[in-house]
């Protein structure tokens, strides 16, 4: 309907003639909404088979997963209008729009609550041997922070004073690229052996798959944790510029997807050259971030000892 809008002189979105833009963003998060819960569903899965596996044991309260999901899958596909309370929708609309969003969080927490019972249905950290083990966990973490800036989005009220800032940004980074990130990785180190071969990849145990798991911890937190504060301030989103009385959260943000990147460049470095390619990943992470490093050389704490 764009491309014909552009090309072949149809009025659909143009309000000139009659048409509606309102009618486009419809359109777009009706696709759009449905398809990050097509993104992180995999991940839902992934994390079932690894506690599951884990814990030796079903997932507690399997039945209620599978209607968890069903009802994930069903209501994620009428709750689009939540990414437009500010264009003018009707207060009943709004009010729609609000139920059914925070109404996914039941199901949703069904999951959370089955995973972490499945989990604590063996005897405390006997099954935390391996950083797959610590990925579900970080997971469930990820999803649950996530989860609860989203039923704060949901409402239509706070949405007109946070939307298009910092705190989206923040929102669905925690669920959709953390849950499907940390959902890859895990799946992938629990299945390593059988995807790739045992010299591959690192073991699920060793000693860099365990850096691994923590410097990635470290990093998203330090990356995502400050968009909140941000948010909060009203810091707009797809601005590239913003006052100085943000640089610390966003300093502290450009550390951590430093962290993250050398996190990511320890998952794909193998046991017997792990020395060497940690120590290009550290030199690669210094010379990408050197713009935001070398201000640390200009505090008074590094130049009080050279005089003038």
Not at 83 to 97: I, K
Not at 212 to 219: A, E, K, N, P, R
Request: charged fraction near 10%; glycine fraction near 8%; proline fraction near 5%.
């Amino acid at each position: 309907m764009v491309l014909a809008d552009l090309h072949s002189n149809t009025l659909f979105f143009d309000p000139i003639f009659g048409g509606d833009p309102i009618f486009y963003q419809h359109l777009f998060w009706f696709f759009g909404h449905p398809e990050v819960y097509i993104l992180i569903i995999p991940a839902f899965g992934i994390i079932s088979i690894i506690i599951s596996g884990i814990a030796q044991k079903l997932i507690f309260g399997n039945q209620s997963m599978i209607f968890a999901m069903s009802c994930i899958s069903l209501l994620g596909s009428v709750v689009w209008g939540h990414h437009m309370y500010t264009v003018g929708l009707e207060t009943d609309t709004r009010a729609y729009f609000t139920g059914v969003t925070i109404l996914i969080s039941l199901p949703t927490g069904t999951k959370i609550i089955n995973w972490l019972s499945t989990y604590l249905g063996n005897p405390p950290f006997l099954q935390l041997k391996t950083s797959s083990a610590f990925f579900g966990l970080l997971f469930l973490l990820m999803f649950t922070i996530g989860g609860s800036t989203g039923i704060i989005l949901g409402n239509a009220a706070v949405d007109l004073g946070l939307h298009d800032t910092y705190y989206v940004v923040a929102h669905f980074h925690f669920v959709l690229s953390l849950g499907a990130v940390i959902g890859i990785f895990s799946g992938i180190i629990f299945n390593g052996e059988k995807i790739f071969g045992k010299n591959l990849l690192s073991s699920s145990s060793c000693p860099l798959s365990l850096y691994h798991l923590v410097s990635t911890f470290i990093g998203i937190l330090l990356t995502f944790s400050p968009m909140h504060f941000l948010g909060f301030n009203v810091m707009p989103r797809r601005v590239p510029d913003f006052p100085d009385s943000f640089h610390s959260w966003n300093f502290l943000s450009s550390i951590g997807s430093g962290i993250t990147f050398l996190s990511f460049a320890m998952f794909s470095s193998n046991e017997k050259v792990n020395k060497n390619k940690l120590l290009f990943s550290l030199c690669f992470f210094l010379f990408s971030f050197k713009r935001s490093l070398f201000p640390l050389l200009e505090w008074p704490f590094f130049t009080s000892h050279i005089k003038a």
